[in-house]
């Protein structure tokens, strides 16, 4: 309410300011066309008077009422109709006051003395200076607070895209940690060995998340220690009971990604692999980035139907995180596909880096 009324003051002052010069300019006019006879007399007050009233005139009609009405949606025929009309009775008026109620003041001058084309289309002229240079400033004016208003929106959108990415993020770490911790859980009631080492691994996992995916893209070559470390600690756990395999293709040195956007799709990959009514699982990973500009990531994990139907559903936020962040980060330029058939679930995410985000 405060920036309402700082901005009606600020306006108010500029139209006073603009109306004083043009006064101002009138009057020193006419005493300079007297060579300063009348700068005692009131003829000259009375005569810039009028004309700067009916120029006021002329031009808020134009502001208030031409524009709004007729320029914004584009009626430009009316518009251009009525604007001309408006600068003509404006002159009218004009010469009309000159000659009528203030008569005795003029009386015997040549050029105000009389109702004229001559006068009449000078002072429509002047009127439509008038009207132009008002209507140039105030759309100025409209346009740069459109533009200031885009730039905050633009601000605003880009703070709430921040900040759902963050969310999204934030959702990763407790999740991840949450499942691992179950792990660890398990084998410490198990008493396994395996446990101490399973912790040192988190432990570096953890220190990645929290010191190194702090920002919105990080180098592709720590993602991908981040899940060669992330294949250890399942490795580990799951004591080689099922084949899990990482192949990486091409050169990685020049990309950067988002964190942490591989490894909801490889832990639910080990989801639905790694268990089984048989425990016949498998993990298969292919990270390509062969094609110039572009990476593709595969996974393919054992599928047993309905089983792995119900441990999808009830897998939690993962996938759906990663889809959402995708949109975010890589509008238009990333295709998802997962597929499962014939015992086979397999993922498949492609990402075009040719442009930064």
């Known amino acids: 309410m405060t920036n309402i009324k700082k901005i009606t003051r600020s306006r108010v002052a500029y139209h006073i300011?603009?109306?004083?010069?043009a006064f101002t300019?009138?009057?020193f006019t006419m005493f300079v066309a007297s060579n300063f006879k009348n700068i005692l007399r009131l003829e000259p007050?009375?005569?810039?008077?009028?004309?700067?009233?009916?120029?006021a005139v002329a031009v808020y009609f134009n502001l208030l009422v031409l524009i709004p009405a007729l320029f914004k949606k584009q009626k430009f025929f009316l518009y251009s109709i009525a604007l001309l009309a408006c600068i003509s009775l404006s002159a009218f008026f004009i010469d009309f006051l000159l000659v009528y109620p203030l008569g005795q003041f003029v009386q015997g001058d040549q050029y105000f003395g009389k109702l004229t084309f001559v006068v009449w289309f000078n002072f429509a002229f002047f009127t439509?200076?008038?009207?132009?240079?008002?209507?140039?400033?105030?759309?100025?004016r409209e346009l740069f607070m459109l533009q200031t208003i885009s730039f905050q929106l633009k601000d605003i959108e880009k703070e709430k895209l921040e900040a759902e990415l963050k969310a999204l993020k934030a959702q990763i770490n407790p999740h991840f940690l949450f499942n691992t911790l179950n792990n660890i859980y398990s084998l410490t009631l198990d008493k396994s060995d395996k446990a101490p080492n399973l912790v040192l691994k988190l432990s570096d996992l953890m220190r990645y998340i929290l010191y190194d995916c702090n920002d919105r893209y990080v180098l592709l070559e720590k993602e991908l220690e981040f899940i060669r470390n992330y294949l250890?600690?399942?490795?580990?756990?799951l004591d080689d009971r099922i084949p899990v395999k990482m192949v990486v293709k091409g050169d990685t040195a020049r990309y950067k990604i988002a964190p942490l956007l591989f490894e909801p799709l490889i832990e639910n990959a080990f989801k639905h692999g790694a268990y089984g009514r048989n425990n016949e699982g498998f993990v298969n990973i292919l990270f390509d980035f062969e094609d110039k500009n572009n990476i593709e990531l595969s996974i393919e994990n054992r599928s047993e139907g309905?089983?792995?139907?119900?441990?999808?559903?009830?897998?939690?936020?993962?996938?759906k995180n990663v889809i959402r962040r995708l949109e975010l980060l890589y509008p238009d330029k990333h295709r998802l596909e997962i597929k499962d058939e014939n015992n086979l679930y397999k993922v498949t995410l492609q990402i075009d880096l040719s442009e930064p985000n």
């Open 25 to 27: 300019f009138w009057l």
């Open 17 to 21: 300011i603009f109306w004083v010069i």
């Open 128 to 140: 439509f200076i008038y009207v132009g240079v008002t209507s140039f400033l105030s759309l100025m």
């Open 45 to 55: 007050v009375l005569m810039t008077f009028v004309f700067n009233l009916c120029f």
């Open 306 to 319: 309905e089983w792995t139907k119900e441990r999808e559903n009830n897998s939690g936020i993962g996938i």
């Open 232 to 237: 250890e600690l399942q490795i580990i756990r």
